[in-house]
């Protein structure tokens, strides 16, 4: 069966329902997403991922110990986690155990762990994370380059938070969060497995009607700075780490979607035979890797990507992908390039959708960027019937990826 899209009604509110029946294999998952709840709505920095790992910490009631040996017992997994835009909260089991599992699922939303205990465990977990981060170098570069992209944003900030703003979360704060954000007119719930719409509805309907309502709001649009800039950081290092990003206008719905997702496989996305890694790798031996991506997001798009090398080659990479991005621009791909990525998107299709899990994934994003269920198979068969006029025409059309922002954190040039 395909996935299908429905409401449930809880307290006047209809919360979408994506639901796939599955019996090949006596299991069952649910997952409660919560739209704008996701790292870009910190009211503190770090305060989105710090609520997730509390909701990971178990009951109040049992702790955490005692939680996680109810939900080892019957070998369950239940656990929380914060992206960009959505908090998620998943739940999965054996069909026979999924009952229990919405059991403990209610209880960790009617009684988190809000103690002091628990909260200074995972902020001296965060905080360590954070201090080991000040020597990644990747991290460091990364972080830098959205600052350079998104300044004065969300995005610009650092979803971990500093140590800082970690120190200053309070048990308040938390409580704040979760009352606020986690609630009916936020919620959406995506579930599969070895049961019927009818069974996975009602108990859909026990862990929703737990749930508050709130105020849902939107999270506000960013857009990427069009700049050409070069910010170097000089750290205690024998490798170049080089992150780029530049602007994309391109909507989250675009009907574009098909022509965006093979521009980006032949510009950077497939690895080896991508033009960035042919052309700078292959080709000149100035680096070690390199790739990029053309991210379309609800509240943000842009260009990005990244490369590694030696200190002496850094600069002579960051000009080469310059130049790799004109000329992808200025003449576009080849026959032979956009027929390579049509047998490769076309062929490796069955492993992008063989499991549950990641056909549920695909249905909660076409409905999440609004578009139609069922839409990435007909964007298949745009791809499939994908001419080179076409796809070069669309490229054209993107001359703002060329409005590159560099971050290189290197070492000391001899």
């Not at 939303?109 to 954070?130: A, D, F, R, V, W």
């Not at 063989?354 to 909660?364: H, K, P, V």
Request: charged fraction near 25%.
């Amino acid at each position: 069966m395909s996935a299908t899209l429905s409401p449930i009604t809880i307290k006047n509110n209809e919360i979408p329902f994506i639901f796939e029946e599955d019996k090949n294999l006596p299991i069952v998952s649910m997952q409660l997403i919560f739209k704008n709840s996701g790292s870009l709505t910190d009211s503190k920095d770090g305060l989105v991922k710090l609520s997730s790992k509390l909701l990971n910490e178990g009951t109040k009631k049992d702790g955490s110990v005692e939680f996680a040996t109810k939900l080892e017992n019957r070998a369950i997994s239940l656990s929380a986690d914060a992206g960009a835009e959505t908090f998620v909260i998943e739940l999965g089991s054996l069909k026979s155990e999924f009952a229990y599992g919405v059991e403990l699922l209610k209880e960790l939303l009617e009684n988190p762990n809000y103690s002091e205990e628990t909260l200074n465990h995972i902020k001296t977990q965060t905080i360590g994370s954070l201090k080991r981060k000040e020597s990644d170098f990747d991290y460091i570069s990364s972080l830098k380059m959205k600052k350079m992209l998104f300044k004065d944003t969300a995005l610009a900030k650092a979803s971990l938070g500093t140590v800082k703003s970690v120190e200053s979360i309070t048990i308040k704060d938390i409580k704040a969060y979760i009352n606020t954000h986690l609630g009916l007119e936020n919620a959406i719930v995506v579930m599969g497995g070895d049961l019927n719409e009818r069974e996975a509805s009602s108990f859909a309907k026990e862990v929703l009607s737990g749930l508050s309502s709130i105020k849902s709001v939107e999270i506000q649009t960013m857009k990427a700075i069009a700049k050409q800039q070069i910010k170097e950081t000089l750290v205690k290092s024998e490798q170049a780490y080089v992150y780029f990003g530049a602007p994309l206008d391109m909507a989250y719905d675009s009907k574009e979607r098909h022509l965006s997702d093979v521009a980006s496989f032949i510009l950077g996305s497939s690895g080896f035979g991508s033009r960035l890694m042919e052309e700078i790798r292959v080709k000149k031996g100035l680096v070690y890797s390199v790739y990029s991506h053309f991210n379309v997001n609800k509240t943000h798009s842009y260009f990005s990507g990244y490369l590694q090398t030696k200190i002496k080659s850094g600069d002579e990479a960051v000009k080469s992908v310059k130049e790799v991005v004109q000329t992808f621009l200025d003449k576009g791909v080849t026959k032979e390039e956009l027929t390579s990525a049509q047998q490769f998107l076309l062929g490796s299709e069955p492993l992008r959708n063989e499991t549950l899990s990641q056909r549920l994934g695909r249905a909660f994003q076409e409905y999440y960027s609004n578009r139609p269920l069922g839409e990435s198979v007909e964007n298949l068969k745009k791809i499939e019937a994908m001419t080179l006029d076409e796809l070069n025409a669309f490229i054209k059309k993107h001359k703002e990826i060329a409005d590159i922002s560099f971050s290189v954190v290197t070492g000391e040039k001899e």
